[in-house]
């Protein structure tokens, strides 16, 4: 599904030059689910903006289901990204002034979604994650479990072919935490492609896959038993 | 999408109550002046504008050496006429200028303005009198404006031609009123009070020697006026010459140049005039538009203040996949609505406004009647300001990078910090100059209002009159009947009153020396009336009978002009009469302050014109009332040639009105220093507290490493206060140079004053710590854990 490789992400700053990622080369399945672990700094979230077109790399190729993404200009971009990606942020990044329904339902507006049909849509996924009785409340009014869940049921809305997820527990405890991660793999189970970095080896046992970087180069990749033989 | 973007709109407009208000409320309070203002360029713009040939229309003048002026010789419209195809009409108007009764048996008027018209003027002017031009005869037709008709003929079956009264009873003119016309002339160069149409006013004159006429010309479409202007220009000389007039004449004419001065020049910048009061409302306009920039920049600052908080939207919405043209679009709709919102507010606010201007101004300014021309106007002032202020917010807002806010790493730049820097320094100098300003306006005027005038104008009554008291012995009656009243102390008159009016100028010759003077002719007590002070010699007095026939008294700046010691005894010649000089008074200054005060030669005997008309009366001021009624009652037993009205004014009302302009001056400076120093401190508002979020983490790591509130307090003013501190360094010169400029308008001034500067300087440093210190004491106040939590 995907196929990166010999990406080089520069970053430039007045007078020095960070190299943040460095001939990375990577695969993702269709239906994988795979972590990206690595210390601060390492280049992992660069990685995952990169692969959620948010992010420009200077070198390399990039392709997704067999397009390659990396020549598209901002607007093809986003066309792409709102057809076939869902994001899931540490710090929720639920808009303050709209309501967890109203919060969901953004993605399909602009995927220019009928009304009706988004209506069934928000209602169809705000009763999967069991937070119904929470549609008409705004952010502020939930704990942190409960606003993460809402960011996942909005990644989720579109019905995405790929969850791109950056540390989803970070802000949790790890209650809340679990409960996060067991709807990924549920996710996950039927069937939708999720990339994940976290700094949490706890978090990553949930994966198929891990993929660790350090200064900008993959330094290793191994598969997950207990979770792969799991899915056999 | 519209929904969920205005539900986002109102929502953080609500949650943002203070920015919101301060955002609209500044930018409506500007919109506000800035719409009066407008109001007020477009009324002194437009005068005559309705005309359908306004812009073919034409005063015609003569440009001498040292000065341009619009009468012309009687002959010259006919020339034109005759000679010059492509004008279409041309004729004559003249001011009869001087103030009768017009009465009726069931009213009566005043008409200071009479003009007579003739019919070709009358067509360019849209003057229609209501029953009809008159017909090609020969005559002078009377029209009465309808309203002025109405006071004299209430009733509707009195219909016209109808008869009037012209002058006192006593010795009336009757005259035929042969129509009425319904014009405001409130709005048109051409205004009058009574008009006389005819078809040739000049009435066949053939004099190109004296000038007494405006000449309008209206041309043919299309017609090259400089070219009509040089045609005519030799055609006047060419006639002057066929006229043969006086060599003088001929020699005046043939150093004047004819010039056309547009119809829409005639009300603001008059050729033959000056264009004083273009230049005032062009200031104001300036001015307008300056206020109007500075409060759209305001916005923007402010808005760009408050992006960190919309900057987690900005992000997400891209995640999900929003274009940037929808974000900059949705944010310059969002700036459009609240645009709006002050629209309405400012409108408001002029509406409420408008009366005090009004007053100011003597205009009669309204957002409502026939305001075709502001209807266009504010939908494109609307678009205006919501771009200006609108753009850069929506462009910054929608160009945050999503990878980067999400992650809370919102770098704000410091790349345009001098240009804020320079605007902040720039708001705060404006103010300064108009604060300062103000305290200058208010020191000259107060000075002008309690400064020895030199005479005493608080208890003389001036009484209006037509009758020519020239001789002394026919004001003799008059004076004995008006003195017998219980509370009268002194009577006189003469040809000019101390209202600022000019007198008339001779040339005077004392001992071999002749140069310019002014020249008054007054009766007996003249000066005792005034308070005016005795320096040496005496005042003219009954005792002595060569008074009325060759005594003078001059003022000291008369005795300075003609360089002579012990003036009292010698003669001063003049208008063909040696008179002795028996007094010297001390100077008084009945022009006002700005000039100084003329050399004067005070008579009674008035040889050479200018009459004896302006009754004085100084009164004992418990007894005011009392005389005012006695006269009233008495006054056409006292003044049997003009007694049937007995109207007076306050000498010093008609003095005080010389201040008019420093009064209006002083109320503009007075708005313009409010409104400045607003706008000023929401700058200041808005620009603190972007300051203050970006420097948060900033002040989070001090407070860690040990810094008091007081001096995070201390760090956050000091900045702002180098730069209050350089807007007024900037500022004093600038305003010393004006204010010097100004007062150097006035032959009596004070000293320029340095508080101001000081005061200038204290308001803007106290206002600056305040406004500065309430949102550092936000930032202050967050706890430095909080703030530093993500990093």
Known sequence: ?232 | MFRMNLKIALRNLWKNKVYTAINIGGLSIALAAFIIVVLYVNYETSYDKNLPNYDRIYLVGRSMPDFKTDYTPAPLAKAIRQNFPEVELAGLTKNMGFEMPVSSDHGKIFSSNALQVESEVAKMFDIDPRDGLPANDAGLKAYLPRPLYKQLFPKESMKPPQMVALGPSNGAQAEKVSGTIDRDDEHSNLKFDLLALGNDISFGDQDYGANNFKTFIQVKKGTDVKALQEKIDRLYKKEVVKAGVSPTDRRIAGRSVIFLDPLKNLHLRPAAGSDANYKVVMALFGLGILVMVIACINFTNLTIAQATKRAKEVGVKKVLGAYRFNLTFQFLAEIFMQCVLALIMGLIVAEILLPVFNNLFSTPLSLWRSNTTLYWQLPLLLLLITIISGIYPALVLSGFKPAAVLKGNLQTSYKTLWLRNALLAGQFGIAIIFITGLFIVNSQLKYMRTEDTGFKPEQVISIKNMVLYSQPWSFRDVREKISKIPGVNYVTVASDIPDGSKAGTMNYKIDGKEASSDFLYVDFDYFETLGIRLKEGRLFSWKFNADTANSAILNESAVARYGVKDPVGKTIRGCDIDYKIVGVVKDFKSQGFQTAVEPTVYTIKNPCGNFKTKIMINVDEQRMALVLTTLKSQWSSINKLDGDDFRYDFLDELYGRLFKKQEQLQAVFFFAAVLTIFIAVLGLFAFSAFTTNSRIKEISIRKVLGATDFQVLKLLNTYFIWIILVANLVAWPLTYMLAKKWLQTFAYRIEMPILPFLVAAVVTSVLTIIIVSIQAQKAVRRNPAEVLKYE
């Open chain 1, 1 to 232: 599904m995907i196929r990166i490789e010999k990406l080089e992400k520069i970053y430039k700053t007045e007078e020095i030059e960070t190299t943040a990622l460095n001939d990375i080369n990577l695969h993702v399945k269709e239906g994988e689910f795979v972590s990206i672990m690595g210390p601060s700094g390492c280049g992992k979230s660069t990685l995952l903006n990169v692969m959620g077109l948010l992010d420009k790399p200077e070198k390399g190729s990039y392709h997704f289901m067999d397009t390659e993404l990396l020549g598209l200009n901002d607007r093809e971009r986003a066309n792409f990204r709102k057809r076939n990606m869902g994001f899931v942020f540490q710090n929720f990044n639920l808009i303050d002034e709209l309501t967890v329904f109203e919060n969901i339902e953004l993605p399909l507006i602009y995927n220019k979604i009928a009304t009706s049909e988004r209506k069934r849509l928000v209602n169809e996924i705000i009763e999967r994650m069991n937070i119904v009785n929470r549609s008409g409340h705004f952010p502020q009014q939930l704990s942190g479990g409960q606003q993460q869940r809402v960011a996942v049921a909005r990644a989720l809305v579109t019905k995405p072919k790929l969850v791109l997820a950056d540390e989803p527990t970070g802000n949790l405890d790890s209650s809340h935490g679990n409960e996060v991660m067991e709807l990924l793999c549920e996710l996950n189970e039927a069937g939708t492609t999720i990339v994940m970095v976290t700094h949490s080896s706890h978090d990553a046992s949930f994966s198929n896959r891990i993929i660790n970087l350090k200064d900008g180069h993959v330094i290793s990749e191994k598969m997950n038993k207990g979770r792969n033989e799991e899915l056999i």
